[in-house]
C-alpha cells in the first residue's frame, strides 16, 4: 500500500503513517532496554536507538506490505 493518504485534504506521504506507527513500538522497546540495562553497556546510546528505531521501522513497513 504505497498510495498517499488523504488526510484533511492534504496527501500524506504512507511513510509519515509508517513512522506513527514506529514511535509508540520504539517507545516500549527503549523503555525495556533501559530497564534492562542494556543501553548501559551500549557505547553510543543514541546512535544504538536511532538504529533500533530504523531496525522496527524496516519490520514494520514489511509487516505491512507482504
Not at 503513517?17 to 506507527?21: A, E, L, T
Given at each position: 500500500m504505497f498510495t498517499p493518504v488523504n488526510f484533511l485534504g492534504f496527501y500524506l506521504a504512507p511513510m509519515i503513517?509508517?513512522?506513527?506507527?514506529t514511535v509508540p513500538v520504539?517507545?516500549?522497546?527503549?523503555?525495556?532496554?533501559k530497564r534492562c540495562g542494556v543501553?548501559?553497556?551500549v557505547w553510543n546510546a543514541p546512535l544504538f536507538?536511532?538504529?533500533v528505531f530504523f531496525i522496527l521501522?524496516?519490520?514494520?513497513?514489511?509487516?505491512?506490505?507482504p
Open positions: 503513517i509508517y513512522v506513527c506507527w520504539f517507545a516500549i522497546v527503549r523503555y525495556v532496554l543501553l548501559n553497556f536507538e536511532v538504529a521501522l524496516a519490520l514494520i513497513v514489511k509487516g505491512f506490505n
